[in-house]
Structure formats: C-alpha cells, structure tokens
C-alpha cells in the first residue's frame, strides 16, 4: 500500500478490494506466518515422526524385531546392519528399546501439558477476573506451591509414595508446576478485562462465565499456548531426570531416563548405549522448544518487527 | 514461609504406610515397642500437634535425624561447601557468559553474530542436563583426558565440568532474556537522547541500557535457583560429587525417609530466602519498586 491514493473514492475502493481479497483475521494471520517459518515445519515433522513412534512403534522396524526380544548372548553389541543402535547389556535390540521410549515420553508430556493448561485456564482466569477474595485465595496458594522447587518437590513425594507409571509421574510435575502458567494466565486475564468489547458484552447483560469464555479468553489465549509448548518441552526433561534418578519409572519400563541410567554404569566402554537414548531425548524435547518459539513469533505482535 | 513448610509436612503425613513398621524394616514389632516408638516422635498426637512440635524444633536448627541415628543438620553442614562451590562456579559462568552472550546478541542484532548466539542458546535450552552433562564427562573427562571425570579429589578442577553443565543452560536462556530486553531498552527515548548527545556507543550500552536491564535479569537468577537445585542434584549424581543432590539420592534409594523430608525442607527454605533476598535487591537497584 505505498501508493497513496489520489482521491478520497479510489482510496476507499482500495481498502474494499483488499478487504474482499483476504479477510484478515488473527488466526489467518498465524496461519500464513506459520506456514513461512522453517522452526515451525522442523518442529511440525519431528513431533510427527515422534507421534508415530509412540502411537504405532511397529512401523519403524524392518522385521518383527520386538524390544523385549532379547538374546543375553548379544550383550552389549556394537551398532552394525542388524542392529542399528547396537543392544543393550541384556542382548535386546537397542534401536525398537529407543523407538518404545517415545511412548513414555510423549505420554508424560503431553499429560503434563493438557492437564497444566486445563487447571491454569481455570484457576487464572477466575483469579483474574473475578478479582478479589477469589484472586488472593488462589494467589496466595500458587505462591506456596511455587516456593517448593520442582524437581525437590517431585523427588521427596516418589519416593515417599513409592514411584509409579507414567501417568502417576505426570501428576507429580502438574501438581508442582502449575502456579507458573497459572499466574500467566491470571495477568493476561487482567490485561485483557478492562478492554472495550469486553465492557460492551458487560452492558449487554452476558453473565461474568460467558463473557470469560467468549471474549476474554480467547484473546488472551496466545502466550499460553506458547508456554504450553515449552511445558511440554519441560516435562518430558523432568520424567527422563527423575527416572533418571531412580525415582521415576522402574524396570520393566521402557524409558529414555532409564536407558541413560542403565548406560550411565557402562558408558566408558559402551557410548552408544548412553548416545541414542539421549540424542532422542534432545531432539523431542527440542521440536517443543521450537514449537514454542515459531508460535510465539507467529502470535506476539510485539516482537513483529524484532 | 510457614504455607511452604505446612505443604511439605502435609505431603509427608498425608503418605501411605505406617512410619514405624517403614522403621523396622517392615519387620513386626512387640506393641511395647511401637508405643515406645509412637511416644518418643509423638506419633500419637493429632496433626496440628506434630506440625507445631516440628515447627519449634526446626526454629532450633534441628531437622531431625536419619535412620541411622545422625543429626541431619550435621550431614547437612558437611556436604552443604560441595554443593555450594558447584552453585558459585555454574552462577559465575551463567552471569559471565549470559550477560556476554545477551550484550553482544543486541548490539550485533540481526548480523550473522545474533543469529549464531540465538541458534546456539536455542540449542543449549533443549539439551538436557542429563544429556550435556554426560557429554562433557564424555568429551573433556575421558576422551580428551583434560579434567576429572568425577569427584572432588582433583581439587578446584573437579568443579569445572559440573558447573558448565549447570551454568551453560543457564547462560543460554539468560542471554536470550536478556537479549530481548536490552533490545527493549535500546529503543526508549533515553538511548536516543544519549547517542544524541555523542557518548560512545559503549558508554551508551554499559550505563543506560544496561542499568535498566538489571532488575530483570537479577529477578531471573531468583527463580534460577529452584532449577539450580533440581539440576544439582542430577550433576552431583552424574560427576559423584559428595554434595547435597547426592545426598539426597543417596537416601532415596536406601529409603532414608525423614532425611529426604529434611533436606527437601532445608533446600526450599534457602529458596524463599533467596527470593526473598532478590526482591530486596530489586527494591535498592530500582527505587521504582517498593514494598511496604
């Protein structure tokens, strides 16, 4: 638009035709930015390729190799043709033990994140906009909970309760991890209320839980599906730690905090066995990052000309 | 404060099993015994009871003992220099080359230096601590033999890889926060007032964009050492240093339950007071910031 108009008609018939062109919305607008960032694609396929090894790990292997079919007198084989990542100590193949570590991953992950999001639009946006006695409640105790750090928190209740599966450990870094998103929500609750269409739908006579929903949420939607990429991101880190630690997943288990800690014993005289699980643990935890960091591009008008 | 420490304690009365047959080794008891047991840790009494009981003996520095019969404040005092040494070398690296990082990042903004830093930093954050940390063990420690691999009986050496394990992820998101951030300021009418005024590039960035960046950044050292913590304890397990991450696992795995609890307790009370202490900084660095 850098020819300027030269009467007040055709300017008005420019607008008209572009408005017609392309109606332009915020998600079109996401959309079309999305669709020109390389992260985004990146990220987009490897969280796919990730998807399909946790949802159908069958698909990855060229014969019926399974993880648990181990033969103790291939321990500890180097990567060669018929076993592509090696095996482990116990003579399984290595490559279809990481492909299954995915599973757990994701799980936890993906948990994690839809479960975070759920409490924190919640909790913040009532703390937000309801104000008052129901804010410095909810304030009060996301302050309590978020001064007992993470990874302390999760490690004292594991072990005290004694472990579990995947689905338990999700639950342990939810409930010590969602003040952070909660208290996000809350201040995009409370940048966003005091907005004109909001104050309209007031006078309108919508009731407070309508006018959350439809108006205020989905404007302030934006910063909290970044950071629940970067949740996710997190919470696949914090499962493979834990186990890693030995409080986590146990044996059956097939875990990528559990390979490394197995490897952890015998990594002078066998890397690859402490590389593969590691490298997929980057890499997943990597395409979430990634993901977070192309949204967060594609949906901060702020940082547009950054 | 007290919230906190009522969260923890909770957690820990709330858990299933009997504490005194956890004691015994799940081994069966006379009653004589059990009551002895119940009198002495006043395992009779309701919870609020034992809350109070715990909250005047942990005034007095008492954090309980071990199973073994060791006080943990004293096993505490012995590992705490380990770990704090670990927390002072990845804090030094993390400032240094976060604040280098973030600094050259802006002023460079948009060169091919900037996009480096960013595809670096963006690298750094994704890799685990589990996952650097054996790297390094792998690459300095045993194939290029330039470091200890583990312990502490190389001396200061010992502390180099486990603090860039700790501090390089560190200095990653640092220095992408701080890179927006000074960019944020570069921008104000301040910093066109001053270049305006024909200070020198560096006089402009050290002096006025960098003052204004500090509350942030100091804020972020505050939160930092919740994952300080968390990371401590999988670099000490990593690099067998004989701190207080170690400690912990140590006691996880031979089911040493109230030293855990202690030692949960201890780390999250040094975390509220170092917040603490940051707000107060906050406060004497920009006097915008008050609390009444």
């Not at chain 1, 993906?110 to 909790?123: D, E, H, R, S, Y």
């Not at chain 2, 030293?259 to 170092?274: D, E, N, R």
Request: a positive charge; charged letters at 15%.
């Amino acid at each position: 638009m850098s020819k300027r108009p030269t009467s007040y008609t055709e300017g008005v018939a420019d607008i008209a035709d572009i408005v017609e062109d392309q109606p332009v919305t915020l998600w079109s607008d996401v959309r079309s930015k999305l669709k020109r960032d390389r992260r985004f694609w990146i990220a987009a396929v490897m969280i796919a390729i990730f998807a399909g090894m946790a949802i159908a790990p069958q698909l990855f292997f060229t014969d019926s190799i399974s993880p648990t079919q181990c033969n103790l007198s291939d321990s500890a084989q180097t990567p060669s043709r018929e076993h592509w990542f090696g095996t482990d100590i116990l003579g399984c193949d290595y490559y279809t033990r990481v492909v299954y570590g995915a599973r757990t991953s994701l799980e936890v992950g993906m948990v994690v994140g839809g479960l975070t999001v759920l409490i924190a639009l919640g909790l913040g946006s009532s703390s937000g906009y309801y104000g008052g006695k129901t804010d410095m409640i909810i304030s009060r105790f996301a302050d309590i909970w978020f001064s007992v750090p993470t990874t302390l928190g999760a490690i004292l209740i594991l072990s005290l309760f004694g472990g579990g599966g995947p689905l338990v450990i999700a639950l342990v870094l939810v409930f010590f991890g969602w003040p952070d998103m909660t208290r996000l929500v809350r201040s995009t609750v409370i940048g966003g209320k005091h907005r004109g269409y909001v104050r309209a739908a007031k006078t309108m006579g919508s009731p407070g839980r309508t006018i959350l929903r439809r108006h205020v949420l989905p404007n302030g939607i934006a910063p909290v599906l970044v950071f629940a990429a970067y949740t996710v991101g997190g919470a696949v880190g914090g499962e493979a730690g834990l186990t890693f630690l030995g409080v986590g997943l146990r044996l059956p288990s097939i875990s990528w905090g559990l390979q490394i800690s197995i490897a952890q014993t015998r990594f002078t005289s066998d890397p690859y066995l402490l590389l593969f699980p590691s490298l997929f643990l980057s890499l997943l935890i990597g395409a979430f990052v990634l993901l977070g960091e192309s949204l967060r591009d594609a949906l901060d008008v702020k940082l547009e000309d950054g | 404060m007290l919230g906190t420490i009522l969260l923890v304690f909770g957690m820990v009365f709330l858990a299933p099993g009997d504490p005194i047959s956890r004691l015994a080794g799940n081994k069966p008891l006379s009653p004589s015994t059990i009551a002895t047991i119940k009198e002495r840790y006043h395992l009779d009494q309701p919870f609020v009871i034992q809350f109070f009981d715990y909250l005047k003996a942990i005034s007095h520095g008492d954090f309980g003992a071990t199973f073994t019969g060791r006080d943990v404040s004293d096993i505490v005092k012995e590992r705490f220099p380990v770990t704090v040494k670990l927390a002072l070398g990845a804090f030094a690296i993390d400032v240094v080359m976060g604040l280098a990082l973030s600094i050259i990042a802006a002023v460079k903004r948009r060169t091919w230096i900037d996009s480096s830093i960013l595809v670096y930093t963006l690298f750094m954050i994704t890799i685990p601590t589990l996952v650097i940390g054996f790297v390094l063990q792998y690459v300095f420690g045993i194939k290029l033999g330039w470091l200890p691999v583990a312990g502490i009986q190389g001396g200061w050496q010992s502390y180099i890889l486990p603090s860039l394990t700790l501090g390089l992820g560190f200095a990653a998101s640092l220095g992408r926060l701080g890179r927006s951030d000074i960019l944020d300021n570069m921008s104000g009418e301040h910093i066109r007032a001053a270049h305006a005024r024909g200070l020198s590039r560096r006089r402009v960035v050290g002096h006025h964009v960098l003052k204004n960046s500090l509350v942030p950044i100091v804020t972020i050292f505050g939160l930092d050492i919740a994952y300080l913590m968390g990371g401590a304890v999988i670099t000490e397990t990593i690099f067998n240093l004989p701190g207080l991450g170690q400690s912990l696992i140590i006691a996880v795995r031979t089911g040493n339950g109230p030293y855990v609890v202690g030692l949960v307790m201890i780390s999250t009370i040094i975390f509220v007071f170092t917040n603490l202490f940051v707000d107060l900084l906050c406060a004497r660095i920009d006097p915008r910031i008050s609390y009444e």
